[in-house]
């Protein structure tokens, strides 16, 4: 009989475990911390695909329009290349995000990514591929 009531009560320590782990996915905060970590992937997974295209030692239009999910924006000096990019964020805003990768372009090129909304004025996405830089 003991036996019985302690496999009952783990059975009901684990469906209220169970249900709230189910309150903090599908609460509107479990939602936003489920996109902030999408929004982490997705600007991480960005970021090594631009370092895997600048390998060759350019960087094309064409390139970015393959690693972009959406307008971008690009500005190009001799220390470095700029490219703004628009990411849908946590509460469904756009958030424009800036990744920085030093020159020469190359196989040790390394790639930073920080949010930065004074790189771009991207809100929406849009079918232009190059948003106006500030």
């Known amino acids: 009989m003991g036996v019985v009531l302690l ?8 469906l209220v475990g169970v249900f709230l782990w189910w309150l903090g996915v599908s609460l509107p905060e479990g ?3 489920r996109m902030e970590q999408q929004l982490a992937t997705d600007t991480r997974l960005t ?7 600048a390998q ?3 960087l094309t239009d064409d390139e970015l329009k ?3 999910p959406g307008p971008w924006a690009i500005r190009r000096d001799e220390r470095e290349i700029r490219v703004a990019m628009s990411f849908l964020g946590p509460r469904a ?12 372009l190359g196989p040790r090129t390394s790639v930073t990514a ?8 991207v809100r929406v996405p849009s079918a232009s591929t190059s948003p106006a830089p500030r």
């Not at 496999?7 to 684990?14: G, I, N, P, R, Y």
């Not at 805003?93 to 020469?104: D, G, H």
């Not at 920080?114 to 004025?121: F, I, K, S």
């Open 7 to 14: 496999l009952l009560f783990v059975l009901a320590l684990a």
């Open 47 to 53: 970021g090594q695909a631009l370092q895997h295209r």
């Open 114 to 121: 920080q949010p930065d909304e004074a790189a771009c004025d």
């Open 31 to 33: 939602q936003a911390r």
């Open 93 to 104: 805003e756009y958030q424009c995000w800036s990744f920085t990768l030093k020159t020469p």
């Open 56 to 58: 060759d030692g350019t």
């Open 66 to 68: 393959d690693v972009s």
